[in-house]
């Protein structure tokens, strides 16, 4: 990954069309150029398996592994067509004895394909917060040989958690300087310093 660039700003009274040109390059400047290589012949899409339903759930590019004794995917992201449910629920046994969690529904069956655990004994804590899929409620399409597999007979690897949060605190990071960036210029614009704030973001 490129070192992310750090930029101070000073804005002074100047030409109007120089400021603008200056901080369009600066926020494009401010993008995430890294160039990422994604196999994606080796991806999968997760689906509902339901038959009757079929519903997509994610895919395996944000899955970051597994728990076997869950049977479970870890995953870091889920799609808009997987539901959580409001209400907390408490396991007095199995697996998930003296867990609270959130269940998670496919929006279309309404089918229970997950959960997100909320307090949890110590050997479970650092799953809270994360989305997990039960893998005999998901069916992968294989995209590199385009056929669908219950997500029970296959194997996910771990990957590690800490690029992925770096990535996200570096994006992060990012935006917080737009964000900071544009504030300068709309403070400058109410002090007759600078232009409209529409005419400086038109990229």
Not at 23 to 31: A, F, N, W
Not at 69 to 85: A, F, P, Q, T
Not at 96 to 101: D, G, P, V
Not at 132 to 157: D, G, P, R, T, W
């Amino acid at each position: 990954m490129a070192q992310e660039q750090y930029y101070s700003c000073s804005f002074e009274p100047c030409d109007s069309s120089d400021q603008s040109s200056m901080i369009s390059t600066q926020l494009r400047d401010m993008e995430d150029t890294a160039d990422h290589s994604v196999e994606y012949e080796k991806c999968s899409v997760f689906h509902c398996a339901n038959y009757k339903c079929n519903l997509v759930l994610g895919d395996s590019l944000a899955a970051c592994g597994e728990v076997k004794s869950l049977k479970s995917i870890i995953c870091l992201k889920i799609g808009k067509e997987v539901k959580m449910r409001g209400k907390l629920e408490l396991s007095k046994e199995g697996p998930l004895k003296f867990c609270t969690y959130k269940s998670l529904e496919c929006s279309g069956c309404r089918r229970v394909v997950g959960f997100v655990l909320h307090s949890t004994p110590h050997h479970l804590s650092s799953l809270r917060g994360l989305f997990l899929l039960l893998k005999e409620a998901v069916n992968c399409y294989m995209l590199k040989s385009c056929i669908i597999v219950n997500a029970s007979k296959l194997n996910f690897e771990h990957r590690l958690l800490g690029r992925r949060i770096n990535e996200m605190k570096q994006d992060l990071e990012a935006q917080l300087k737009r964000v900071k960036l544009l504030k300068d210029m709309l403070d400058d614009s109410r002090l007759g310093h600078g232009h409209p704030l529409s005419s400086t973001v038109a990229d």
